[in-house]
């Protein structure tokens, strides 16, 4: 198992079109995060996974964003009608349901809306 | 809003320095941890303290926790130029299934 994976690395695309991510997380690891991160801040939450069911979602993000995890391994985060303000670094993360481990996160994919 | 916020906000030191970097929190905690994040990759955890938890250690990190404070500090002993990143700390609360980040501590180690 090579860590958690994130595709693509880069995305730059034109305002108001859709993009689609993708997480494959460590195998073992029942849950599943996704956190935004602009330069100079922190990871902010976004939404999470036990297996295929989403848990929790942020009150902050839109309508524009839908999140699933269909058989419970990989992710997809999809956003529509891209705007300028959704440039930002998109990270997953996944853990054990066990809460003495911290998060393995990916290396994340860059949208930048154009 | 962050529950977690990280002070200083950026810090130089030299090589061989310790490095000591705090977190203050809000709500009761189940645990916090601390990472750190290379400029444009994504954050690697360092190291967990439970709440019923004051101090642990990994290699040269060492970390506390007073939770009557609500506060905990990470101390990079002897430091190295390949610390320098940016550290999070992050707060699992009680009641919540996921963990919530502070902005962050720039730390830059001069060779």
């Known amino acids: 198992d090579t860590g958690v994976s994130q595709n693509p690395r880069h995305k730059i695309t034109k305002r108001g079109q859709n993009v689609t991510f993708r997480c494959d997380p460590i195998s073992e690891h029942n849950r599943l995060y996704w956190y935004r991160q602009t330069l100079g801040q922190g990871p902010e939450f976004l939404t999470y996974f036990q297996n295929e069911a989403q848990l929790e979602k942020s009150r902050l993000l839109s309508d524009r964003f839908s999140a699933e995890r269909p058989k419970g391994s990989f992710s997809t985060l999809e956003i529509q009608r891209t705007e300028q303000g959704d440039s930002a670094m998109y990270l997953c993360a996944s853990s054990h349901t066990n809460e003495n481990y911290g998060y393995t996160f990916g290396s994340g994919t860059r949208l930048t809306v154009v | 809003s962050q529950q977690g916020e990280e002070d200083p906000q950026a810090l130089s030191i030299q090589e061989g320095e310790n490095a000591t970097m705090n977190c203050s929190y809000k709500t009761s905690i189940n645990n916090l941890q601390w990472y750190r994040q290379n400029s444009g990759r994504g954050l690697v955890h360092l190291i967990l303290?439970?709440?019923?938890?004051r101090e642990k250690h990994s290699g040269r990190l060492r970390v506390t926790l007073d939770t009557s404070k609500k506060s905990s500090s990470l101390l990079i002993t002897a430091s190295r130029a390949a610390d320098t990143a940016s550290y999070f700390c992050a707060t699992k609360n009680t009641n919540a299934g996921k963990s919530t980040f502070g902005d962050g501590t720039t730390l830059t180690v001069k060779p």
């Open positions: 303290i439970r709440s019923n938890e």
